[in-house]
């Protein structure tokens, strides 16, 4: 069994109140690191964009598009 299916099984578990705190998490770490690295802020917007772009797009397509 490949990482993958593994993560897949254990994310099944979770409804999504899990899922939301996750992302809480998430959003929490990326807080501690700009505070502790303040010069990645000084990076161009755009960039961000960019990657919200291309991380947005494979959820975006399988929840809208994907049959």
Do not use: H
Not at 2 to 30: H, P, S, T
Not at 37 to 51: G, Y
């Amino acid at each position: 069994m490949g990482i993958f299916e593994y993560m897949n099984e254990r994310v099944k578990k979770m409804n999504i109140f899990d899922v939301k705190l996750a992302q809480g998490c998430a959003i929490f770490l990326a807080l501690i690191i700009v505070k502790i690295l303040p010069q990645i802020m000084s990076i161009n917007v755009w960039w961000f964009v960019c990657l919200l772009v291309l991380c947005a797009t494979r959820p975006l397509y399988a929840f809208y598009i994907k049959k």
